[in-house]
């Protein structure tokens, strides 16, 4: 392994059951995946380098305890990026294991990081806040009004809301007019979509019947991650939002109005298209009302009973 394309190894050299053990890992991942696990095992094979130990065959638990510490204190990684860290090293020995490559995953029982979350930044906009910022972007520019509708309003992640092309929202099932798209990890997803959202789609698709829907105003360009950033950032100051807003705070905003209007959990889980409804449970405002407490809810059911 070196400072190659780990994917594209290179044919012109004899290829070590090293590089076959991470190319064929980091095959399993596409995009912006693969990067950040191709980089955190760049940093590991540089560490076990600087310590005289091959990356696949000498490497014991305690070496990657020590990899971690070394990610804490010399590094000064936050227990975040150490999590992220660690997951990747377990999952390319655990395939390392699989593939014959070792005997056993020295990484089955490392250490990870406990991470406690700030619920806080999860939140978003309030209702108020959303509903201003919406009618601020409409008023804007049809661009606009789709961008902010397509994740506030349908939670998409900016990515999937700058590939969104005309023709993905033409289709209609089951009596909806829907939106498909590919979301995170190449999952299709089927979205319907509410009258509003139609309305402000159909205003930036305007005549044009295929295409990417989103262009930007500057160059007629298809709208891509940093330019939308520049777009939200622009609209919040413009309807006087004092919070910093990013794009993937407007799916965080979309999350937490559903809770708020008394969406069920699972049904908000799906919405967002969650892997896990603990993460979707973050979002929720008020699991910390005490006048919502179950216990309520059990006292009430069991009146002139006991």
């Not at 975040?80 to 056993?104: E, L, N, Q, T, W």
């Not at 698709?205 to 939308?228: D, H």
């Not at 979707?280 to 910390?288: N, Q, S, V, W």
Request: one cysteine or more.
């Amino acid at each position: 392994m070196d400072n190659t394309t780990l994917i594209g190894l290179p044919s012109n050299r004899n290829l070590t059951s090293t590089d076959l053990a991470v190319a064929g890992y980091l095959a399993r991942y596409a995009g912006t995946t693969r990067k950040t696990y191709e980089h955190t095992l760049r940093v590991l094979w540089r560490w076990c380098k600087g310590n005289g130990l091959d990356l696949l065959t000498d490497v014991k638990r305690h070496h990657l305890e020590i990899f971690l510490r070394y990610l804490e204190e010399d590094r000064h990684n936050k227990p975040a990026s150490i999590a992220h860290h660690a997951s990747v090293v377990k999952g390319f020995y655990r395939f390392a294991a699989i593939d014959d490559y070792i005997v056993k995953s020295p990484a089955e029982h490392l250490r990870t990081p406990r991470l406690y979350m700030d619920e806080s930044s999860t939140l978003g906009l309030e209702r108020m806040e959303l509903g201003a910022l919406i009618q601020t972007a409409k008023a804007s520019h049809p661009t606009d009004g789709a961008l902010i509708v397509l994740m506030g309003m349908l939670g998409l992640r900016v990515s999937e809301a700058c590939a969104v092309r005309v023709e993905d929202y033409r289709h209609e099932e089951r009596g909806h007019r829907v939106l498909k798209l590919v979301g995170k990890g190449g999952k299709p997803a089927t979205v319907p979509l509410p009258v509003q959202v139609i309305r402000a789609l159909d205003a930036a698709a305007g005549e044009r019947v295929s295409g990417p829907l989103l262009l930007r105003k500057s160059n007629g360009q298809p709208m891509n991650r940093k330019a939308a950033a520049g777009v939200v950032a622009r609209l919040c100051r413009k309807a006087g939002i004092d919070k910093h807003i990013t794009p993937h705070g407007l799916r965080h905003s979309f999350v937490t109005a559903c809770l708020d209007a008394g969406a069920p959990l699972r049904d908000v889980q799906i919405a967002a298209r969650h892997s896990d409804p603990r993460i979707t449970a973050r979002y929720d405002r008020g699991r910390h009302n005490l006048d919502r407490h179950a216990n309520h809810t059990v006292a009430a059911f069991l009146a002139g009973a006991a």
